[in-house]
């Protein structure tokens, strides 16, 4: 174990609750009689050759050290600094050494000047408040503190007195070699001419209201800034804290995108602050810079807008300010740059609402699998192949793009399944089997055309679906169908059945049923069942004939499913089609009860084999006799 420096100090304070390391330096160092940069050598906070107390210390302090010198434990070392809170605050965790590929900057981690309540600092009336001053709270450096729910007033920026700053004041403590200031004046050097930042400091008591008619924040502002501050508590879920203010970052960059569409949802007196705050932004007109306001009073107005509309069910209204800012092409988004960046920790709510906006219809990667856009509701099998014909109509058939319809079903499909497995499109196409040469699969020229005016519409309509098929109760297992009919065929046994029961033809011309109208009539039935479309239907009839033959029966495969499908069939179709969907009607309930029946004996086999230590007996593979082996055509002779 390395030795500690130095001796324990004669006289120690404890630690204000919610403290930080500057003000714990400021009030020690006064009861001391000490400069704060000497009482930080002391105690081992920085090197004996270093004249300065950087931010930095709320993130690197040597805790067991400090807690040896200062007489604390390290629990109460630790808990003076930002450390505590990386789980929860994502800015520390990224600009904390060793954590990953390093940031030299994040706007959403320190204020660019100090921020306080002079009540707080005035103290608590205690004796040793009375002599010290109360305390610097570290939440003060996070831009999500904008106002004092205990005092119910704004906190102050800097000091009342003007001093000459031209950047972001990177100092955790102003002039620490002054040992004559009390904990709550301020330490900025006095503007005079020819001294710059070395002249004396300046001494402004802090730990006083500045005006008793200056605006007080809402009740609407209280309550965001009090939610914001208990995600930073021990009794919130670390991950549910850090997706909140994640969110957080993402929804101000969408409102500052969409001004003036959110101006409503500001309260008044921060109106104009927001306002310029994003002029200074460059508005829509540029790239949002990802930065928080640096006045109090304008963060509270934005932040309190951006959980108002996070508080929002379903988060629509969030989504159309995000559509409103983003005229052109998802990569040209002001705000979405924020989003990409950060959606890993966004909460799954905010990522499947947004997602579909920031989508484009171009391949991300080498068929490589990412994080699926939405979890825990449908899964991919509950997808069928050809969207629903009851789904396409009442969420994408709105739009008006009837031409392409068939287009626009399948890559729907394709599109459910990515959301749902984080595949490529080429998988998620290979998964519904309707991607037979492999490859990356695309829609049509015609549909990409219309896509890149309607690509928000059409993302809409798609996000709802999604949260309808999130709420189903008892989806259809789609890919279970098509795994046991990938062999199927009607029987000649039972296409026999099928064409005694049609009604007589009247005339000369008879139909010819054939091998290849069975052909045909299989693809039909397997459509219907598995939601798919006859073209990639199995043909095993078709497959066993010669070439010549499979050349005049693809050239009649349109024909025979036009007269089948027609709304208007002849009698023969027509009476053909309702045997064919009785048929498909047997085989879904047969293939749907076995898999109720496996999960049944899944549940009740389980507990079982584990009391017995009995190995898991294999499942036997669809294809196998014995699971729907009598629905298969029985293998031909010779």
Not at 562 to 574: E, V
């Amino acid at each position: 174990m390395a030795e500690l420096p130095g001796r324990p100090l004669a006289r120690s304070l404890d630690p204000l609750p919610g403290e930080s390391i500057g003000g714990y330096l400021l009030r020690l160092a006064h009861r001391l009689r000490l400069s704060p940069i000497r009482l930080a050598r002391l105690t081992g906070c920085i090197r004996p050759s270093t004249t300065q107390l950087g931010r930095r210390l709320l993130l690197d302090l040597d805790t067991r050290a400090f807690a040896h010198t200062a007489r604390l434990s390290e629990e109460e070392a630790a808990a003076l600094t930002l450390v505590p809170w990386s789980d929860r605050y994502p800015p520390i965790a990224r600009l904390r050494p060793g954590s990953g590929p390093q940031v030299s900057r994040d706007d959403w981690l320190f204020n660019d000047a100090p921020r306080y309540c002079p009540r707080c600092l005035a103290g608590d009336g205690t004796a040793i408040q009375q002599q010290h001053g109360g305390p610097w709270q570290k939440a003060w450096h996070l831009p999500v503190a904008f106002a004092c729910p205990v005092h119910q007033v704004f906190l102050q920026e800097d000091c009342p007195r003007s001093h000459w700053i031209n950047r972001a004041v990177t100092l955790l403590v102003g002039q620490p070699a002054d040992a004559t200031l009390h904990p709550a004046q301020c330490r900025h050097p006095v503007q005079r001419a020819g001294q710059g930042r070395k002249g004396p400091s300046c001494g402004t008591q802090l730990d006083q209201l500045r005006s008793t008619s200056s605006a007080r924040p809402s009740m609407n502002v209280l309550r965001a800034q009090q939610r914001l501050l208990d995600f930073l508590e021990p009794h919130q879920a670390a991950a549910g804290a850090a997706s909140g203010f994640t969110d957080l970052r993402v929804v101000t960059a969408v409102l500052c995108a969409s001004c003036p569409l959110g101006r409503d949802h500001i309260e008044p007196d921060s109106q104009d602050l927001v306002g310029k705050h994003i002029r200074a932004l460059g508005g829509g007109t540029r790239p949002v810079r990802d930065r928080p306001p640096r006045d109090p009073v304008a963060a509270a107005g934005l932040l309190t807008a951006a959980v108002r509309l996070l508080d929002e069910p379903d988060l629509h209204e969030l989504v159309d300010h995000a559509r409103a800012a983003r005229p052109g092409s998802a990569s040209r988004a002001p705000w979405v740059h924020v989003f990409e960046r950060h959606q890993s920790s966004c909460s799954d709510g905010l990522r499947q609402a947004m997602a579909p906006l920031t989508r484009t219809y171009r391949r991300t990667g080498p068929r490589g699998a990412r994080i699926p856009e939405r979890q825990g509701g449908y899964r991919p099998e509950h997808i069928p192949a050809f969207l629903e014909e009851r789904w396409y109509q009442e969420h994408l058939a709105p739009l008006q793009i009837n031409a392409e319809a068939k287009s626009v079903r399948r890559l729907a499909a394709v599109l459910l399944v990515q959301q749902a497995s984080g595949r490529a499109q080429g998988d998620a196409a290979d998964f519904l089997g309707i991607n037979p040469a492999g490859g990356q699969f695309v829609a049509t020229s015609t549909l990409l055309r219309w896509l890149r005016d309607g690509q928000d519409a059409f993302n809409a309509a798609l996000h709802d679906l999604a949260e309808e098929l999130d709420r189903a109760t008892d989806p259809t297992n789609y890919q279970r169908r098509r795994d046991e009919l990938r062999d199927w065929s009607l029987s000649s046994e039972t296409w026999n059945e099928i064409i005694t029961k049609l009604p007589p033809v009247p005339g000369p011309v008879r139909p010819k049923l054939d091998d290849r109208l069975r052909q045909e009539a299989s693809a039909f039935v397997w459509a219907y069942v598995t939601g798919g479309e006859p073209l990639y239907a199995p043909r095993h009839i078709e497959a066993e004939q010669p070439a010549d033959t499979r050349q005049a029966w693809r050239q009649r495969r349109a024909n025979t499913w036009f007269h089948l499908s027609r709304p208007d069939a002849l009698n023969h179709y027509a009476a053909l089609r309702k045997l064919l969907l009785q048929q498909g009607d047997l085989l879904a309930e047969k293939i749907d009860a076995q898999a109720l029946l496996d999960q049944v004996e899944i549940r009740v086999l389980q507990p079982c084999l584990q009391e017995f230590h009995v190995p898991d007996v294999p499942k036997p593979p669809p294809s196998a006799p014995g699971v729907i082996g009598h629905l298969r055509e029985p293998p031909r002779e010779g």
